[in-house]
């Protein structure tokens, strides 16, 4: 297949080694190096949606308007800055996409939920950075507003996929411990297993449902104003930065 052929090609690999390394040499692993890409990206994200939150909480306690625009500043510059930084990620997100539908051994839900999933965040990543010059101030465009909203279409339907596999995948655990013999060796050792699957699965189920305020704030699903989204922002992103302190603790 064509898409076989592209996803794998040298070129891909080449390219997606390139933008998780630094300009300098290096004994640190490539994973390494694009945990530490992911985890400065949680960091700045965490001060961005806070910024947006402690903006909203200042305007709604009639704070003068210099209080609030230092926050105002930090929550559309961080945005730009992770916009950028986001550029040329959607390559990334296609070749996932490409390796899921090739497993054998993924169950087919989550099989179907993680290339949708994977395809949702490639589309928006995709979309969001053709407006990323309109953003910038560098070139307008006049199509980048009705862009934008296909990117948090597209971004709303990877996170809504993410949601489905988290919820049939904690219940996929419950089903499983229903048939374990707590009073066998084995069965307490897989009982333990199975409540660290269960809490990874759950902690990521409470991110994504925080990160799907934004995109369905911003698209008019749901009532949302800035103080909600930025707090759900924060959670989220904090979850990210802890996640990704663990990931590279070892």
Not at 79 to 97: D, M, N, Q, Y
Not at 167 to 186: A, F, K, S, T, W
Request: with cysteine; net charge positive; charged share 20%.
């Amino acid at each position: 297949m064509v898409v076989d052929a592209l996803a794998y090609h040298p070129t891909v690999a080449h390219y997606l080694r390139y933008v998780a390394t630094t300009g300098t040499k290096s004994l640190v692993s490539v994973p390494v190096l694009r945990f530490r890409r992911i985890g400065r990206d949680k960091l700045l994200r965490t001060l961005q949606y806070f910024s947006r939150f402690y903006a909203w909480y200042l305007y709604r306690t009639n704070n003068p308007a210099s209080d609030i625009a230092p926050f105002e500043a930090i929550k559309k510059q961080f945005a730009l800055t992770r916009k950028a930084l986001r550029l040329g990620k959607f390559v990334e997100h296609f070749k996932a996409a490409a390796v899921a539908v090739d497993s054998k051994s993924m169950d087919p839900v989550v099989k179907y939920c993680a290339v949708g999933r994977q395809l949702g965040y490639a589309t928006y990543l995709s979309l969001d950075a053709i407006t990323y010059l309109d953003t910038a101030g560098i070139r307008p465009m006049e199509s980048a507003k009705r862009l934008q909203q296909e990117a948090y279409r597209a971004w709303f339907t990877g996170i809504s996929f993410n949601i489905i596999s988290g919820v049939y995948q904690i219940y996929q655990l419950r089903m499983r411990e229903q048939g374990i013999d707590i009073n066998e060796g084995e069965g307490v050792v897989e009982c333990k297993k199975i409540e660290k699957e269960r809490a990874s699965a759950s902690i990521q189920l409470i991110s994504d449902l925080c990160d799907l305020t934004v995109p369905a704030a911003t698209l008019g699903y749901a009532n949302l104003d800035d103080g909600i989204v930025g707090l759900a922002g924060t959670l989220s992103s904090l979850i990210g930065v802890w996640a990704t302190w663990k990931k590279t603790a070892a």
